[in-house]
């Protein structure tokens, strides 16, 4: 099947422009003409997409990442929605905001999408065109308020969504800012300490010791602080390697397994996980619903959005009955994998037909909770990266004390 775009007079005599999917042009023509319509002008979509498409391969792709931060699509959602809602074609929408957009690369794939829908396309096909920058879920979403006629209403929830989400993320990362911080900053006073410190050290207490054995901690320190310095290079691959090793365990099944299972069940850390996902999954489901998206590829699209391999493992099940038949309340709770209070709101929002509102509702309730949760994290990381820290440099700061001890001790003797 071919696209054609088409311009034509209708019975009244009024122009029209569409497009139009068959065989061949002459086809297509004869379609039209049963409708009632007189075509004036026929083209072929294909070629122009060609064009589009080799267009956006010349574009320069950023070397790190998409290129287009989430915040650049929220904003891009929240400006096309406004504009929609204004009256303003969806085609002369994105040429303005194209216009305004200071980023090249999200520049360069608005005004592709605005190609896409100059042709005859639609805007959802735009967006999956490019899906490292609008994801199933976007794209979903578009072509669900396209169907319906409420692009603007959608993507006026899709801003909102995002709004959200970014909010919620930007906390919980705002939370390990502190102990990332710590942790750095124990890592280099300990770096400086071995290779610069303990060394002249070494040779102070060496001499007034006249060859005497040093205590066992200090000497520890002291063999550590030689391997650093002599084996500089060694030490920094088998750091290398330590980190590389961790992220490659990580990303093997039974890494990932353990490492989601731990981030459920680490204290204060698995609440503020759990309250999170339940967050995530109840605001992007409940949108999904709203904008009319069906139930089933709903719950698939959701589960994209989870970053835990056991909930998405649970969701899969859910999803399985919910296709025989289930209702949505009953295995999600068998599941146990979100609490009791979510599930009950679920089921009452399945017998009054407003699940979408009630899944949009328990998501703002447990915004607030992870608001609660990333306090009580912050609360608690701080005196344990202290205590920490202290524990590490006050370890070495006793290791060159002992021997100032043993020395004193010597020299009050030999008084």
């Known amino acids: 099947m071919a696209k054609f775009a088409y311009t034509a007079a209708d019975k009244e005599g009024h122009e029209i422009e569409g497009t139009i999917e068959s065989t061949s042009e002459s086809r297509a023509r004869k379609e039209l003409a049963s409708q009632g319509f007189t075509v004036t002008k026929m083209s072929e979509v294909v070629v122009t997409e060609k064009k589009a498409s080799a267009k956006a391969k010349k574009r320069p792709k950023p070397l790190f990442g998409t290129g287009v931060k989430s915040e650049n699509v929220t904003i891009f959602s929240r400006q096309l929605a406004t504009l929609l809602k204004a009256g303003l074609p969806l085609l002369r929408s994105l040429e303005v905001i194209a216009r305004q957009e200071k980023n090249p690369y999200f520049k360069g ?17 735009g967006l999956a065109q490019n899906p490292k920058v609008f994801d199933k879920l976007y794209v979903n979403m578009a072509r669900a308020g396209e169907a319906g006629g409420v692009l603007d209403v959608v993507l006026d929830r899709l801003s909102t969504f995002q709004e959200k989400a970014l909010k919620t993320t930007n906390k919980v990362k705002s939370a390990m800012v502190y102990p990332i911080v710590i942790m750095s900053v ?12 303990i060394p002249q050290f070494q040779k102070i207490f060496s001499e007034m010791l006249n060859g005497a054995a040093m205590p066992g901690l200090t000497q520890m ?8 310095r002599d084996n500089y290079i060694l030490t920094i691959l088998i750091v290398v390697a330590v980190i590389v090793g961790f992220k490659l365990f990580l990303k093997t099944k039974i890494g990932i397994r353990m490492w989601d299972t731990a981030a459920l069940k680490a204290p204060k850390i698995g609440d503020m996980v759990m309250k999170s996902t339940v967050a995530r999954f109840t605001r992007t489901f409940g949108t999904l619903l709203a904008s009319g998206v069906p139930i089933l590829e709903a719950l698939n699209i959701t589960r994209g959005t989870i970053n835990n391999s056991l909930i998405t493992d649970a969701l899969l099940r859910v999803h399985d009955r919910v296709r025989d038949g ?12 979100f609490p009791t209070m979510v599930t009950s709101m679920v089921e009452v929002g399945e017998e009054t037909g407003q699940l979408s509102e009630m899944l949009i509702r328990i998501a703002d309730n447990y915004d607030e909770e992870v608001d609660n949760s990333v306090g009580a994290i912050t609360s608690v990381i701080e005196p344990i990266m202290i205590v920490f820290l202290a524990v590490v440099v006050g370890t070495i700061v006793i290791a060159l004390f002992l021997p100032i001890i043993q020395i004193i001790t010597k ?4 008084a």
């Open 326 to 337: 289930e209702p949505l309340a009953a295995p999600l709770d068998q599941q146990h994998i």
């Open 109 to 125: 794939i608005i005004e592709d999408i605005a190609d896409s829908v100059r042709t005859g396309n639609k805007f959802s096909e």
């Open 411 to 414: 020299l009050t003797g030999g």
């Open 221 to 228: 320190i002291i063999n550590i602080s030689d391997f650093m």
């Open 186 to 197: 124990a890592v280099i006073i300990v770096a400086i300490l071995m290779v610069f410190v």
